[in-house]
């Protein structure tokens, strides 16, 4: 299984900041081992989030996301105490979800 995202939500105002941290190897089925084989896809092709009762992102990636990736957001109209849901599913079938309060 995947380690944890990190995940920092702190909120100003009505809005908050979320930054998201996900281990991944993000391999593009491009790249070739010592041996010159084709090391097989593996990334990350689906990532949401969602504050509170809400769905803030919804996105969908390609081969041109690195590996361990960092994405940012902000969403006006959160709460202090609302929970904030990531998930992401991958090209083999994996999936994690993690959450944080908004701070």
Same mark, same amino acid.
């Given at each position: 299984?995947?380690? &944890?995202?990190?995940?920092?939500?702190? +909120?100003?105002? #009505? !809005?908050?900041?979320? =930054? @998201?941290?996900?281990? $991944?190897?993000?391999?593009?089925?491009?790249?070739?081992?010592?041996?010159?084989?084709?090391? &097989?896809?593996?990334?990350?092709?689906? +990532?949401?989030? #969602? !504050?509170?009762?809400? =769905? @803030?992102?919804?996105? $969908?990636?390609?081969?041109?996301?690195?590996?361990?990736?960092?994405?940012?957001?902000?969403?006006?109209?959160?709460?202090?105490?609302?929970?904030?849901?990531?998930?992401?599913?991958?090209?083999?079938?994996?999936?994690?979800?993690?959450?944080?309060?908004?701070?």
């Amino acid at each position: 299984m995947a380690e &944890p995202m990190k995940i920092r939500a702190q +909120l100003k105002g #009505d !809005v908050a900041a979320i =930054r @998201i941290l996900i281990h $991944h190897p993000m391999e593009t089925g491009l790249r070739k081992d010592a041996a010159g084989t084709l090391v &097989p896809a593996h990334h990350i092709h689906t +990532l949401t989030v #969602d !504050v509170g009762d809400r =769905r @803030i992102v919804d996105i $969908h990636t390609g081969t041109a996301v690195s590996r361990n990736p960092v994405f940012a957001f902000k969403a006006k109209g959160a709460k202090a105490g609302e929970k904030v849901v990531v998930s992401w599913v991958d090209t083999k079938g994996e999936r994690r979800t993690d959450e944080a309060v908004l701070a």
